[in-house]
């Protein structure tokens, strides 16, 4: 069965500590992996697309990287303002579109 | 320029009643997608629209159903509504579809269902 797991759910660092968010997908015929960030009661916003294993996408303190099974949203030097839910998506084979359920990551000052 | 717009922002529904949101896509893109959000949880998709016809259709009961309009924007219809559809629903558009393009979110729709 398709599916995309996100872990882990709940993440509280101190700002400054870096860490890894982990995306595991199993979906048939991958076109594309997604990174969100979403902040309460808002829409998910854009952060990077990911189309083939070995690929990297870096933007700010965030660096997304893709292999045959996971995905990982780096995060360096966290600030308080990188606080929200950051959404996996995938896009499969037959158009089916999958997010996981999310990691919230919480950065204390 | 304008971001992916959606109507109304919140609204307030008895069971049984029936419901219509309304997205509008970013210039020049031609996909429409929805998604139902429940508090807590990720994004589920619900349909995908390009060029007028549907594309693609997650796990929803008949009761969903869209329509995308010449001007590529997109109404999702929710008919006989229950508690559980309670969430925050999504529009999406991209450029097309099928070809890993990246969706480009709205701020979504409150509905709550009393």
């Known amino acids: 069965e398709d599916q995309v797991t996100q872990s882990p759910e709940a993440l509280r660092l101190q700002e400054g500590e870096s860490s890894s968010l982990n995306c595991s997908y199993t979906v048939s015929g991958l076109r594309g992996l997604f990174w969100y960030r979403q902040d309460p009661g808002k829409g998910p916003e854009f952060l990077f697309t990911l189309y083939s294993a070995g690929e990297e996408k870096e933007k700010e303190r965030l660096k997304a990287t893709l292999t045959k099974k996971e995905s990982f949203l780096h995060i360096t030097a966290p600030k308080p303002e990188d606080s929200a839910t950051y959404l996996c998506?995938?896009?499969?084979?037959?158009?089916?579109?999958?997010f996981g359920t999310g990691t919230r990551l919480t950065v204390i000052p | 320029d304008a971001g992916v717009t959606q109507s109304p922002t919140h609204l307030i529904k008895t069971r049984g009643q029936h419901v219509t949101l309304r997205c509008s896509p970013i210039s020049g893109h031609k996909s429409v997608s929805w998604y139902q959000q429940v508090l807590g949880q990720g994004p589920q998709f619900i349909f995908q629209y390009y060029e007028k016809e549907e594309r693609g259709r997650g796990n929803f009961p008949d009761r969903f159903s869209a329509r995308q309009f010449p001007n590529y924007s997109s109404e999702l219809n929710v008919n006989a509504l229950l508690l559980g559809d309670s969430a925050l629903y999504l529009c999406a558009s991209s450029l097309g579809y099928g070809g890993g393009e990246t969706q480009y979110f709205g701020p979504g729709t409150r509905l709550l269902v009393l």
């Open positions: 998506h995938a896009e499969g084979g037959a158009n089916n579109l999958f």
